[in-house]
């Protein structure tokens, strides 16, 4: 199993930027699909963003298509949430996620810990 440990998460204004990180360990990174899930408070977790083990491959949800961007640097085992025109809305916690199951819905073996992003109005 792959364990995960997510970083830079925050708080900023609304408009504002932040990239979230997320290391890997246990596996090669390299082998596996790794995303993004984030869960408001009251809400269930949702899909945010994937990308495949190559980088070649990249999913978003549409709340975040064209704000957000998934990328990954395999020999760094990372992969990292560049967060762009924020809004209040995207508060939540952040979770990566690793080891594609299935995609419809999306779902993984291996989870992070969370990190949590608050943007102010």
């Known amino acids: 199993q792959v364990q995960l440990v997510e970083s830079g998460g925050g708080l900023v204004q609304a408009g504002g930027s932040l990239r979230l990180s997320c290391t890997a360990s246990?596996?090669?990174?390299?082998?596996?699909?790794m995303g993004w899930f984030r869960q408001a408070p009251g809400k269930e977790r949702e899909f945010v963003a994937a990308?495949?083990?190559?980088?070649?491959?990249?999913y978003y949800a549409d709340s975040v298509k064209g704000r957000f961007t998934i990328s990954r640097d395999n020999a760094k085992n990372a992969v990292y949430l560049q967060m762009n025109s924020l809004k209040v809305e995207d508060t939540a916690v952040y979770y990566c996620?690793?080891?594609?199951?299935?995609?419809?819905?999306?779902?993984?073996?291996?989870w992070g810990q969370g990190t949590q992003v608050t943007v102010s109005s």
């Open positions: 246990g596996r090669s990174s390299s082998s596996y699909y």
């Open positions: 996620a690793a080891e594609l199951i299935d995609r419809s819905p999306w779902s993984f073996r291996s």
């Open positions: 990308i495949s083990w190559n980088g070649g491959s990249r």
